[in-house]
């Protein structure tokens, strides 16, 4: 009788096992889990496509200042040629 005893003690064992692990899969906890890491996902998406659109404009923005930068270098020595006198023809003045 001692052999089913413990049978019976080891069955016990496995069906409380059983029902704690049944219990871990059904926690109400569980369901918040994955719904939180649901909107972090999406979150991590949106701040990739964010980052990806801060790098495209800082390259458009590199792009224009120095496109800024040529056309000021440009004004600066039409100026500096403009008001300098060098140049005495109407013609050549009307076309700076």
Do not use: C, I, N
């Amino acid at each position: 009788m001692t052999v089913f005893h413990d049978l019976l003690r080891v069955q016990e064992l496995d069906t409380g096992a059983d029902q704690l692990r049944h219990r871990r899969l059904t926690l109400p906890e569980l369901a918040e889990l994955s719904a939180t890491e649901d909107a972090l996902a999406r979150l991590e998406a949106v701040v990739v496509e964010v980052g990806a659109k801060a790098a495209e404009a800082a390259r458009v923005q590199r792009r224009l200042e120095g496109e800024l930068a040529l056309l000021e270098s440009k004004v600066s020595e039409l100026d500096a040629k403009l008001y300098s006198g060098v140049v005495t023809v109407p013609r050549e003045l009307q076309a700076m």
